[in-house]
């Protein structure tokens, strides 16, 4: 590490994880992927290029890793990539999966790895995941999930959060952790609009009203035991705040000071669901896009919408600082969080 980097500091990059897409090829076809939507071409990234983004990483002061794709176990560089970066000492790694590849061998040898997480995604129950992901997608997944836990590692459960889920929810988490009661928590990604896309699964999005049911829903699983959290979404906060049914652990907002993917066509953004871009990688990126001015102005509190609103006291104190992204569902003449919001009585 070089004089300057240790001088120089980067708000939220010791909280953050730096992700790394290092590839958008995968084994599955999802309805709802925003991950590949408006892709055309598949790439994926060198373990050398990976080498070198974690070690500036690593010099901008992040130590925590968050490895996706597509499906990176697919990516013939990622063992090597995580001896590479606990060598050099980043403490916690987390790598998102569809859980098909998680095979007894290759869950072996995940478990070798200190402090490294696996997401596996799973979308409820079978008809419903399937619909998804595609038939026989469960199984397998299931099968992974089993091996992963079998095998010693700790395991995360990503859904996403539809219209569809909400009836389902409650049976869908206790049967989870009744079948697999080693996993951490389950993990909630609100459905959105993918970029590029007609979307088949429009019907799918969260209405005010839906959101209002999914923040009770998952309020009371965590009353009742069953580990749930809701990602990067702080609407989620705010309702539970005014509904008074505050047992869902504080929401992180979508763009937050550290925040920060390589994708795997080198492109630099937030996170995965994204529009924003801030160039394409090359060596000293990481540093000039923390401190560049783009970047500054995205993660700092909006000044323009919120403060004439009079949910800003209120969202504010409960960490959301600027309005909901637009493509939470198909209407955008209203901010999504303001109808949200308006439909909880005063």
Same mark, same amino acid.
């Given at each position: ?16 994880? #730096? ?11 999802? +309805? ?5 939507? @408006?892709? &055309? ?18 010099? &901008? @002061? ?15 560089? +990622? ?19 569809? @859980? ?9 040898? $995940? ?10 995604? $799973?979308?409820?129950?079978? #008809? #419903?995941?399937?619909?998804?992901? %595609?038939?026989? !997608? ?20 990503? &859904?996403?959060?539809?219209? @569809? ?10 049967? $989870? ?23 088949? +699964? ?9 959101? $209002? ?12 035991? +069953? ?45 995965? !669901? ?31 919408? *919120? ?18 992204? %637009?493509?939470?569902?198909? /209407?955008?003449?209203?901010? /999504? *969080? ?7 009585? !005063?």
């Amino acid at each position: 590490m070089n004089e300057n980097t240790e001088e120089k500091t980067y708000p939220g990059v010791s909280e953050e994880s #730096l992700s790394i897409e290092v590839t958008n090829y995968c084994n599955s076809h999802c +309805l709802h992927c925003f991950a590949r939507a @408006g892709v &055309t071409r598949r790439s994926s990234l060198s373990f050398h290029l990976v080498k070198r983004i974690i070690a500036e990483g690593y010099d &901008t @002061g992040y130590r925590q890793l968050h490895i996706t794709g597509g499906e990176p176990l697919l990516w013939e560089g +990622l063992f090597k990539t995580l001896d590479h970066a606990y060598g050099i000492g980043y403490r916690a790694i987390l790598i998102n999966t569809n @859980g098909t590849l998680l095979g007894k061998d290759i869950s072996k040898r $995940l478990s070798a790895y200190d402090c490294l997480s696996i997401s596996v995604s $799973l979308e409820g129950a079978e #008809l #419903l995941h399937d619909r998804l992901r %595609g038939k026989g !997608s469960y199984r397998r997944t299931v099968q992974g999930m089993e091996n992963a836990l079998d095998a010693g590692n700790s395991v995360i459960v990503f &859904t996403t959060a539809r219209k @569809g889920l909400l009836s389902e929810l409650p049976h869908f988490a206790e049967d $989870l952790y009744k079948r697999f009661p080693g996993i951490n928590y389950l993990a909630l990604i609100q459905l959105i609009r993918v970029m590029h896309d007609g979307f088949a +699964l429009s019907e799918e999005l969260l209405n005010p009203e839906d959101f $209002l049911q999914l923040v009770q829903t998952v309020s009371l699983l965590n009353l009742y035991g +069953l580990r749930s959290i809701v990602i990067r979404n702080p609407l989620v906060s705010v309702v539970s705040k005014l509904i008074e049914m505050p047992w869902i652990p504080q929401v992180h907002p979508l763009y937050r000071e550290g925040s920060m993917i390589v994708l795997a066509n080198r492109n630099i953004t937030f996170v995965h !669901s994204s529009r924003n871009s801030f160039g394409t990688y090359k060596a000293g990126m990481i540093q000039k896009v923390l401190a560049s001015n783009g970047y500054r102005k995205a993660v700092l509190p909006d000044e323009t919408t *919120c403060p004439s609103c009079k949910y800003v006291e209120i969202c504010r104190e409960n960490g959301m600082i600027r309005p909901s992204e %637009g493509y939470r569902d198909m /209407y955008s003449e209203v901010l /999504y *969080c303001k109808r949200v919001l308006d439909r909880i009585p !005063s």
